[in-house]
């Protein structure tokens, strides 16, 4: 956040030079005086926009392999009326496919980890244990144990959609 802050402040600052010495040198001052504000402020507002849109796809390459993006959120917001033309991606859900654990006697079933992203927060990983025959999930949390069958124990389904983005993306052979 802070550097984007800064490159912000930078974008601003380099359109009022530039604008200021176009003004100076080539135009010797013919342009009004409100313009070169007026053109740092332009800038800062594009630099940011681009920052906001950019975000998703710089997050996404920069992802260890074997994350796959299952579900993004896009957003609208008054104060950034330019998002109702295109919404912007605010936070997404990754699953780690390459921590995928399975047990031999549960072939529908798998643990892995999901990865939240936002925008301007922090990443949370938590281990889910995904039973793709019968479209359900559960949190694993502390004190949930697995019978020597790999059977989960003590742990609350929720039943899920078998069209669910994230189930589908978990229940993936790899």
Known sequence: MFFELIGTIIAGVAMALLVWAVNRTLLKGRLPSWLVPVS??????????????????????????????????????????????????????????????????????????????????????????????????ADIIDGVEFGDNGEALGVDWIAVSASDPILRVACEEV
Not at 108 to 133: H, N, S
Request: hydrophobic residues 45%.
């Open 40 to 137: 740092a402020g332009l800038a800062m507002i594009v630099a940011t926009i681009s920052s906001e849109y950019g975000w998703f796809a710089r997050t996404q390459a920069n992802m260890p392999e074997g994350f796959v993006v299952a579900q993004s959120v896009e957003e609208q917001a008054f104060y950034r009326p330019w998002t109702y033309a295109v919404p912007y991606v605010s936070r997404f859900v990754a699953v780690d496919q390459a921590t995928m654990r399975k047990h031999a006697e549960q072939p529908g079933q798998r643990i892995v980890d999901l990865v939240f992203y936002g925008r301007w927060a922090r990443t949370a990983k938590v281990p889910v244990l995904f039973d793709c025959t019968q479209s359900r999930r």
